[in-house]
């Protein structure tokens, strides 16, 4: 899993450098601006959403396979590498949920 998120971040980091709008989705969801980008991530969530409730798990794959295409771009124009939400996920690690999410408020 972490190789294939490795190369779709540099693909898209790539893609976001060379601006080619022509040529690149990224690219053209990009100049779009980040409320649009936030909202291609919204929509995938909810189609993921939906394959998880009523479609079989090719659906749902390719869906969560979209939906995290969307985070990864969101993330990049952000300036967020995935490295930053592994070491979050790591410092949560051995912490149950719901003291967690107690810890945030």
């Known amino acids: 899993m972490g190789e ?23 690219a053209s969801l990009a100049a779009k601006g980040r ?6 991530f919204g929509e995938e969530a909810v189609e993921t959403l939906i394959a998880a409730m009523s479609e079989d798990d090719p659906a749902l794959i390719g869906e969560a396979s979209d939906l995290i295409f969307h985070l990864t771009v969101l993330l990049a124009e952000r300036g967020i590498a995935w490295a930053d939400v592994a070491a979050e996920i790591d410092r949560r690690h051995g912490t149950s949920g719901h003291a967690e999410k107690a810890s945030r408020s």
């Open 4 to 26: 294939a998120l490795g190369r779709l971040e540099a693909v898209v980091h790539d893609r976001l450098a060379a601006g080619t709008v022509e040529a690149s989705y990224v």
């Open 35 to 40: 409320g649009k980008i936030a909202q291609k």
